[in-house]
């Protein structure tokens, strides 16, 4: 059985890639705690995916996929986003009724 080294290298890279990328969002998930990009770095990733297979499975195939990904993954995104934003507001609406004295039961 022939071994294609490019191919062997192209995956090589993106394990590489995606366990640097697990220990960044890790650090971030520790730094920062609901930071509210977790979906932009879902996107990042499978981006990075993308272009990894691009040599195997050619651009056009790569384009559709692409399409595939923004078309299922925008919605997602834009949950996110959302519940981030309202956690957010929740939160503040909070601490200023704790600094205006109004403590919530």
């Known amino acids: 059985m022939q071994i294609d080294r490019k191919l062997t290298r192209n995956y090589l890279a993106l394990v590489i ?4 990328y697990n220990r960044l ?3 971030l998930g520790r730094r ?3 930071h509210g990009y977790t979906a932009w770095l879902v996107v990042v990733g499978v981006a990075v995916t993308i272009l990894g297979a691009l040599p195997q499975i050619g651009l056009r195939a790569g384009l559709h996929l692409l399409l595939a990904f923004i078309a ?3 919605p997602m995104i834009a949950g996110d986003v959302l519940r981030h934003l309202q956690d957010e507001s929740d939160v503040a609406w909070l601490v200023d009724e704790i600094r205006n004295g109004n403590l919530p039961s």
Request: proline residues 0%; aromatic residues 24%; glycine residues 24%.
């Open 72 to 74: 299922s993954g925008t």
């Open 32 to 34: 920062y705690g609901d």
């Open 25 to 27: 969002a890790a650090y």
């Open 17 to 20: 890639f995606g366990m640097a």
